[in-house]
């Protein structure tokens, strides 16, 4: 699990790093997020976020402990390991879930075994759903959150063809759905925003819904993020843009305050 | 608790999860179980691990960064045993139906997935559309549970019950919605400790049908605020888990073969009189 990311080439960080600081510039100071299970890299955006840019964002650790701060990061994203700090433990049949429906919490992360270009994700199977060649732990909350909550982001540290696929085995947590208007046809709120991996940022073409290239860490070309990639990566007009590099302050606070042991990494 | 029945077990991932009771569910060699956990881990491993479960009702089963739930995997893709798969809410709405004797819970939660579609066939979920406003919606049908099991801090004597601080996880779904609830307890305390304070009570002893003192019940999950989830077990029983010798020889040690659940504590490093487990908080 614990492995140890590569390197950026010519940024003075790991792609653990800029993973979490691209995530972070993209959130708004109106974000009102919580997290769900082994959502290292989230965890880590949401909290450097409020620490830099945006003060007022909300985040609910575990779906529990609102505005927890707490001193590190464990094994865990739903332990309470992370609830130190809180204002409020929010319990979940009546708080939180009462609070996902309303959209009172705006912004949720997910990702999977696969994803699609719509931003679907599946972590239910790979291979036949009723005789799997590898039973996966179950989509949890994300076929509920990605139907109810409105500012929904991806991530994923393993970016590659059997991840990034054009077919998802199984679809355990919505994304764009179908594409174009399928989200808005079934009354759901918002959609996929960004989705963040080790290679580069997607975002979504606004007609058609699917990813679409925004920027590529250092060192990437486009034809290695294609030949990553299961489906047909869209490309914006014009030149592709670098993923900007973070600033030495958000490198120590990340390092020193969000997350000094480390736990980002566990999903490498 | 007869072979064949619908259990449904408490706790969330690595948090309070019943474990001295599945132990003792594992020691009287129960065999058929159907398994409700909404989101579970540990708890549905070692019931699979000891062949009692022939269904698995919940949301997500794993270890989280610890990886997959090893047991549960392997039973599920040899086809051993069977997951039936939902997510959180649809869990949640199907326990609530259930609660409250409605035909069914109206949920977004699901649309769009393929989640609905896995219960076409029985019928627990149906995708239907609501006549007044045209908003399609998921109706959860009601899931029957036999017996509930939940870990608490405190109960008395007749059943009253409390979580310390509050109710956090959705235990009392699963109470709700249970013919019988039993609850294991940290400790057990007079009746006038609920009288006292009893804005403090998680549940009202008509809801518990009986209860088990069984402090530190929860390891190696963990009992907020008290102890933490233990990392090193989850880390140990993952290694074990790479051959079946190894496997035996930790589920005897570790699990299975100790006589009392305070001998179990002991071969884990963690008894009471220890203090805090391994890898807690606060």
Known sequence: MTGAPAVVPSYSCTIDELMVVAFSRALANDTRAFNGAASFVPVCAYRLARRTHAPELVWAASSIAVDADPAVVGSSTLSDELWGGASMLANSPADFWTYAQGARYNTFAFRGAQMDAYGNVNNSVIGPYH?????????????????????????????????????????????????????ASLGLPGGPRLCVTSLCVFDFEPETKRMRLASLHPGVSVEDVQSATGFEV??????????????????????????PSGARRREF | MPDGATIALGGLSMNSAPMAFVREL????????????????????????????????????????????????????????????????????????????????????????????????SGTLRIETDTATGRPYVACTPLAVDVAVVHVHEADATGNARVHPKLIWMDSEIVNAADRSVVTAERIVDNASFTAEPHRSSYPRFMVDAVCAAPRGAYPTSCFPDYGHDDGFYADYVAACGSPADFGAFWERRIAGPETWDDVLAANGAAVTDGRVAGGST
């Open chain 2, 26 to 121: 594992v020691r009287a060699d129960k065999r058929d179980l159907t398994v409700v956990a909404i989101v579970a881990g540990m708890c549905v491993d070692w019931l699979v691990a000891a062949g009692a479960v022939s269904r698995v009702v919940a949301g997500l089963v794993s270890f989280e960064g610890l990886g997959l739930a090893p047991h549960f995997r392997r039973a599920v893709e040899r086809g051993e045993t069977t997951m039936e798969e939902y997510s959180e809410h649809l869990l949640i709405c199907r326990l609530q139906a259930q609660a409250r004797r409605l035909p069914f819970m109206p949920t977004v939660a699901g649309l769009g997935t393929d989640v609905p579609a896995l219960h076409a066939g």
């Open chain 1, 131 to 183: 005789s799997p060649k590898v039973r996966l732990p179950g989509g949890g909350g994300m076929a509920d959150l990605g139907c109810m909550i409105p500012r929904i982001y991806l991530w994923s540290t393993t970016h590659g063809p059997r991840t990034f696929v054009e077919r998802l085995d199984f679809r355990s947590g919505l994304g764009w759905g179908d594409g174009g208007d399928h989200r």
């Open chain 1, 234 to 259: 869209l490309l914006p007009a014009g030149e592709v843009p670098i993923t900007a590099q973070p600033s030495a302050e958000e490198l120590h606070i990340l390092r020193t305050e969000v997350d």
